[in-house]
T-cell receptor
Framework: NAGVTQTPKFQVLKTGQSMTLQCAQD?????MSWYRQDPGMGLRLIHY???????DQGEVPNGYNVSRSTTEDFPLRLLSAAPSQTSVYFC?????????????FGQGTRLTVV | GIQVEQSPPDLILQEGANSTLRCNFS?????LQWFHQNPWGQLINLFY???GTKQNGRLSATTVATERYSLLYISSSQTTDSGVYFC??????????FGQGTRLTINP
C-alpha cells in the first residue's frame, strides 16, 4: 500500500513548455485534488475530482488542466508554463463521505519555471 | 469562504519545552486536520480531529467545534519536531482550506 505517489519529485521547465505532473493513489479514494504551496504560505486548491470523469476548479485553477479517467490517477497538466507557476505541488486523496474523510498527501513535486 | 488563522506564526523553543499551537476558523466545519511539514517538505498527517480530543505519544489535539478553534499540544519537544505545523479545515466536498502555518524551531 503505497498511498499517494507523485512523479516527478523535481522539475525545471522553460517558459512556454508544457508538462504533466502525475498522481496515483491505491487506497480506492473517490476524492482527489491538487494544491500548490508558495513560499511561506499554506496550500491552495487548484483542481479537484469527486470521481472518475468528474472534475472541478478550486481557488487557483488558471493555467492548469486536469482529467480523471480512472479512480487511481489524477494528472495535472501545465499547458504553457509561466514563472508564476514556480511552486511546490501536492496531490491529495480521501474518501468522499461516510466515516472518516481524512486527506492523505503525496510527497510533492518541486517545479521551477525559468 | 471560510477563514483559517493560526497562531503564533513563529515559535522558538529549547529542547524539552512544551508548546501550544492554535487554529481558529470562521465557520462550522466537517473536517479538521493537523499536519507537520518537515524540513524536507513532506506533509505528515498528525490528527484528523473535527471535534473532541486525541493523543498520539507526545502530541495531542483538541477541537472545540462550537467555539471554532483547535489546539495542538507538543510536550517535551525534540529537535525532530521542528518544521511548520498546518491546520486545515473543510465544510464539505473535501475541499481543504489551510491556515498559514506555525513555524516551530526546537533548539538543542
Amino acid at each position: 500500500n503505497a498511498g499517494v505517489t507523485q512523479t516527478p519529485k523535481f522539475q525545471v521547465l522553460k517558459t512556454g513548455q508544457s508538462m504533466t505532473l502525475q498522481c496515483a493513489q491505491d487506497m480506492n479514494h473517490e476524492y482527489m485534488s491538487w494544491y500548490r504551496q508558495d513560499p511561506g504560505m499554506g496550500l491552495r486548491l487548484i483542481h479537484y475530482s469527486v470521481g472518475a470523469g468528474i472534475t472541478d476548479q478550486g481557488e487557483v485553477p488558471n493555467g492548469y488542466n486536469v482529467s480523471r479517467s480512472t479512480t487511481e490517477d489524477f494528472p495535472l497538466r501545465l499547458l504553457s508554463a509561466a514563472p508564476s507557476q514556480t511552486s511546490v505541488y501536492f496531490c491529495a486523496s480521501s474518501l468522499l463521505q461516510g466515516g472518516e474523510t481524512e486527506a492523505f498527501f503525496g510527497q510533492g513535486t518541486r517545479l521551477t519555471v525559468v | 469562504g471560510i477563514q483559517v488563522e493560526q497562531s503564533p506564526p513563529d515559535l522558538i523553543l529549547q529542547e524539552g519545552a512544551n508548546s501550544t499551537l492554535r487554529c481558529n476558523f470562521s465557520d462550522s466545519v466537517n473536517n479538521l486536520q493537523w499536519f507537520h511539514q518537515n524540513p524536507w517538505g513532506q506533509l505528515i498527517n498528525l490528527f484528523y480531529i473535527p471535534s473532541g480530543t486525541k493523543q498520539n505519544g507526545r502530541l495531542s489535539a483538541t477541537t472545540v467545534a462550537t467555539e471554532r478553534y483547535s489546539l495542538l499540544y507538543i510536550s517535551s519537544s525534540q529537535t525532530t519536531d521542528s518544521g511548520v505545523y498546518f491546520c486545515a479545515v473543510n465544510q464539505g466536498a473535501q475541499k481543504l482550506v489551510f491556515g498559514q502555518g506555525t513555524r516551530l524551531t526546537i533548539n538543542p
